[in-house]
T-cell receptor
Framework: KAGVTQTPRYLIKTRGQQVTLSCSPI?????VSWYQQTPGQGLQFLFE???????NKGNFPGRFSGRQFSNSRSEMNVSTLELGDSALYLC????????????FGPGTRLLVL | GESVGLHLPTLSVQEGDNSIINCAYS??????FIWYKQESGKGPQFIID?????DKRQGQRVTVLLNKTVKHLSLQIAATQPGDSAVYFC????????????FGIGTKLQVIP
């Protein structure tokens, strides 16, 4: 089975711009979660989508949003980028039942200048 | 919670020795715990998990111990190999939390050949 894929792998943006990141889960997985990883804050949960619906949400401002398509692929969007949004954005997929193993993609490294 | 300027604890171990990585989790209501390994440039990789109705679980070369009384997890790696060099995270999840997982700050394991 192919693993979780994320595109793009690297991205450079400037403050005020917006960005869209994409995640393709493992075939058959219906849950996609997004995490932000920074040296200062560690790994933090952004949100989780299951069957095209946001099922869980972390403590991030409304500038961070996401969606999931009928094929389970997911996108996350960050609007009005700030310098502090520079981070590794990771997505993880799982079948979608309670407390099961999540499989992470390699991440998208975002640099905001 | 928030923290500024996380400094990863580092554990240096001689190749062939056993490693013990410790983690204090934050929420006494958490009932599912996971250990992840993250190598440089990659996403976290699942190692082993344990539910709160257990206090020990063994995998291949790894053992996780759970002490709910003091909210403590440990990961034991037997016969540590150079390929074990990575950052190790413990993570916790609340009942019914689906895939919303809270990660610890991580421990860097350095294996000395």
């Amino acid at each position: 089975k192919a693993g979780v894929t994320q595109t793009p792998r690297y991205l450079i943006k400037t403050r005020g711009q917006q960005v869209t990141l994409s995640c393709s889960p493992i075939s058959g997985h219906r849950s996609v979660s997004w995490y932000q990883q920074t040296p200062g804050q560690g790994l933090q949960f952004l949100f989780e989508y299951f069957s095209e619906t946001q099922r869980n949400k972390g403590n991030f401002p409304g500038r961070f949003s996401g969606r999931q398509f009928s094929n389970s692929r997911s996108e996350m969007n960050v609007s009005t980028l700030e310098l502090g949004d520079s981070a590794l954005y990771l997505c993880a997929s799982s079948v979608g039942t309670v407390q099961e193993t999540q499989y992470f993609g390699p991440g998208t490294r975002l640099l905001v200048l | 919670g928030e923290s500024v300027g996380l400094h990863l604890p580092t554990l240096s171990v001689q190749e062939g020795d056993n490693s013990i990585i410790n983690c204090a989790y934050s929420n006494s209501a958490s009932d599912y715990f996971i250990w992840y390994k993250q190598e440089s440039g990659k996403g976290p990789q699942f190692i082993i998990d344990i539910r709160s109705n257990m206090d020990k679980r063994q995998g291949q070369r790894v053992t996780v111990l759970l002490n709910k009384t003091v909210k403590h997890l440990s990961l034991q790696i037997a016969a540590t190999q150079p390929g074990d060099s990575a950052v190790y995270f413990c993570a916790e999840s609340l009942p019914g939390g689906y895939q919303k997982v809270t990660f610890g700050i991580g421990t860097k394991l350095q294996v000395i050949p």
